[in-house]
């Protein structure tokens, strides 16, 4: 959580993003069964570094109405947190498990993200 810029983008990059791409988002979505916070930059990863996301989140994603996902709102320090598990996803550091999802995930997560700023599931960061 917090500002980061990606580590996995070359300086050969810059030339595709301009500037190497960073973030100081994170989203909060929450299934009947757990919360799960990831970063702005998790389609980054996605789509530009191969990430494969651990099933348990792309399962959260494909199988739940966007809306649904991001109607609880909580920010990190007002969550209940020992009523329902917490998971983080896509704080990548170092090696990660790299494969292909579906575009109906990536979309879905797009529209996932959307629902997280619009509604206030998105916790911005404030900083460098």
């Known amino acids: 959580m917090g500002f980061h810029v ?5 300086d050969e990059d810059r030339n595709k993003y301009q500037h190497r791409p960073s973030s ?3 989203c909060k979505i929450e299934t009947e069964e757990m919360r799960i ?3 702005d930059m998790v389609l980054h ?3 530009d570094h191969l990430w494969l996301p651990p099933q348990f ?3 959260a994603i494909m199988n739940n109405d966007p809306e649904k996902l991001t109607e ?3 920010d990190v320090f007002h969550c209940d947190i020992t009523t329902k598990q917490t998971e983080k996803v896509g ?11 579906s575009k109906e995930f990536i ?3 797009n529209s996932v993200m959307d629902m997280c700023s619009a509604n206030g599931s998105r916790l911005q960061t404030k900083g460098l």
Do not use: M, Q
Request: charge should be negative.
């Open 6 to 10: 990606c580590e996995y983008c070359a």
């Open 24 to 26: 100081s988002g994170d």
């Open 37 to 39: 916070w990831f970063p």
């Open 45 to 47: 990863y996605i789509v």
């Open 57 to 59: 989140f792309i399962d």
């Open 72 to 74: 609880h709102r909580c």
């Open 91 to 101: 704080y990548l550091s170092g090696e990660y498990p790299i494969g292909e999802v």
């Open 107 to 109: 979309s879905k997560l």
